[in-house]
């Protein structure tokens, strides 16, 4: 049974660095066509897809968002790291983080961890 | 980036009823393409990938048609536990990964 969870700080001050972690289990970030990934949705929003992260450490970014992000995995750890610089109160949402696999060119993000609420105010 | 739109954004079914959402894609993606189901407070469930396929565990009340631009989820008889918001996402060109804007499946 392949299980997610998101831990991190649940209040972050403008211009902060957000860090948040997911770890999990049930699968290995070192298989082949495995990844994870991140999304976030605002409160009463829509999801919004932020990055990933490959068995082979390929990563991919929101291009919106690039400049601001950086996903890392520590395989041995079962975990996956997001950091999101310069935080600002639009950032205010659920950030979940997804397993992504591939199968015959197939691919799909599940399951997805519970989702952890963060939000930026001074 | 690929834009997805999904429509309705929101609807209102009884318990019983054939409910059918859409959403377009900005340009074709094949048949790449998901179907989530969100409950408030949860996390997405996945139920639908490749357009067509049912995820393992999803009742087959689900169905998922489509390809190109157009695609269609279909709940045949809506169940009390159907009634949630539901997403497409794109899985063709990426990143980044798009998702439609959500329609909300309310009860009458």
């Known amino acids: 049974q392949i299980t997610l969870k998101e831990s991190g700080p649940t209040l972050v001050k403008p211009t902060q660095t957000l860090t948040l972690t997911c770890t999990f289990s049930g699968f290995s970030l070192s298989t082949s066509g495995v990844g994870v990934g991140w999304i976030r949705q605002p409160p009463g929003k829509a999801l919004e897809w932020l990055a990933l992260?490959?068995?082979?450490?390929?990563?991919?970014?929101s291009p919106s968002l690039k400049s601001r992000l950086t996903i890392t995995k520590d395989t041995s750890k079962n975990q996956v790291v997001l950091t999101m610089t310069n935080m600002d109160p639009v950032d205010t949402a659920t950030y979940y983080c997804?397993?992504?696999?591939?199968?015959f060119g197939v691919g799909r993000f599940d399951p997805w961890g519970q989702g952890t609420l963060v939000t930026v105010s001074s | 980036a690929i834009q997805m739109t999904q429509s309705p954004s929101s609807l209102s079914a009884s318990v019983g009823d054939r409910v059918t959402i859409t959403c377009r894609a900005s340009?074709?993606?094949?048949?790449?393409l998901g179907w989530y189901q969100q409950k408030p407070g949860k996390a997405p469930k996945l139920l639908i990938y490749a357009a067509s396929s049912l995820q393992s565990g999803v009742p087959s009340r689900f169905s998922g048609s489509g390809s190109g631009t157009d695609f269609t989820l279909t709940i045949s008889s809506l169940q009390p536990e159907d009634f949630a918001t539901y997403y497409c996402?794109?899985?063709?060109?990426?990143?980044?990964?798009?998702f439609g804007q959500g329609t909300k499946v309310e009860i009458k």
């Open positions: 996402l794109q899985d063709y060109n990426y990143p980044p990964w798009t």
């Open positions: 340009q074709g993606i094949r048949n790449d």
């Open positions: 992260i490959y068995w082979n450490d390929d990563k991919r970014y």
């Open positions: 997804a397993h992504r696999v591939t199968i």
